[in-house]
């Protein structure tokens, strides 16, 4: 890494604290100087992020100090052009390490692009105001025989689900239907007949309405090799040739997911070149449609 570069041994960085933040509990930011980083990916450059340099009043003096020891080798008496240059280089190879890191998660590309350091009340991008929190994840950077100093990358979370290969999050478009106020006065009117579906009931004429309602629905299946957790650390260090072993014997079937839940499970073969699954064990129908609306 490049603080490791910078200072000739090894930094350590525990494992990080990431937390949903309320916009409104990050609004001291915007009142005094903070030293902070905004940059954002080329490809991704709706939603810029943000590096704060210790983010609680109690930290930040000395969070400040430690990051400009460790890029200029001493801490000047004021941040000046060239402190922020040396912070905006750590934000570059900050920016480039994870771009390496999630470009590999995904197999995409991702850009570092319009990096810039500052001394100055944070003012929050527009992807920003836009949502009511925003993920914070906390970093303490570890450098021997220095002080450490905290880190705090404030990101959205369609950016974060971006970076992960993961499709936005989507409003639900019948919330403001539910939170629309009752009529003060309603009339009496016939209990309604709720929709039976229920595809699988005994009543063979019922059975073939709900199939025409339900059957043209699209879904999304995925089939899961393994999972492994791995620390931030550990992520930024994957690259190209690195095995990342799951946790699943080899031999062990594999998941099949519906809509992310699992409803099957098969080993793996090839037809025509293509992979596929061969069902080894599957929930019943009527299961599949009660797992799926659970």
């Known amino acids: 890494m490049y ?19 309320p916009i409104g509990d ?36 000395d969070s400040q100090r430690a990051l400009l020891e460790a890029t200029l080798g001493s801490a000047p008496d004021a941040i000046d052009d060239a402190a922020l240059n040396a ?10 390490g994870l771009a390496i890191a999630f470009g590999n998660l995904t197999s995409k590309t991702f850009t570092p692009d319009q990096i810039t350091a500052r001394q100055e009340p944070i003012v929050f991008p527009a992807n920003f105001l836009s949502v009511d929190e925003v993920i914070a994840t906390r970093f303490t950077v570890q450098i021997p025989e220095r002080p450490p100093f905290t880190l705090t990358w404030l990101l959205t979370e369609n950016l974060a689900r971006a970076l992960l290969g993961m499709k936005p999050a989507e409003s639900d478009p ?3 239907l539910l939170m629309e106020p009752e009529p003060a006065a309603p009339t009496a009117a016939p209990t309604p007949t709720p929709a039976a579906f229920n595809i699988f009931a005994d009543n063979d004429n019922s059975r073939e309405q709900n199939l025409d309602l339900l059957l043209d629905i699209p879904l999304e299946v995925s089939v899961e090799l393994g999972r492994v957790t791995m620390l931030i650390r550990e992520l930024l260090e994957v690259g190209t040739g690195s095995i990342v ?50």
């Open 26 to 61: 990050l609004t001291g930011l915007t009142a005094d100087p903070v030293l902070h980083i905004q940059a954002q990916f080329a490809e991704l450059s709706d939603a810029p992020c943000l590096f704060v340099v210790g983010e609680q009043p109690s930290e930040r003096a």
């Open 174 to 176: 019948l919330a403001s």
């Open 87 to 96: 912070v905006q280089a750590f934000g570059q190879h900050l920016m480039q």
């Open 3 to 21: 603080l490791s570069e910078q200072n000739n041994t090894l930094v350590e960085i525990p494992t990080p604290q990431s937390s949903a933040t």
């Open 245 to 294: 072993e799951l946790q699943k014997a080899a031999g062990e079937p594999v998941e099949v997911l519906v809509n992310g839940r699992l409803i099957a499970r098969g080993e793996v073969v090839v037809v025509e070149d293509n992979f596929a699954v061969r069902i080894t064990e599957i929930l019943s129908p009527a299961e599949r449609i009660q797992r799926l609306g659970a």
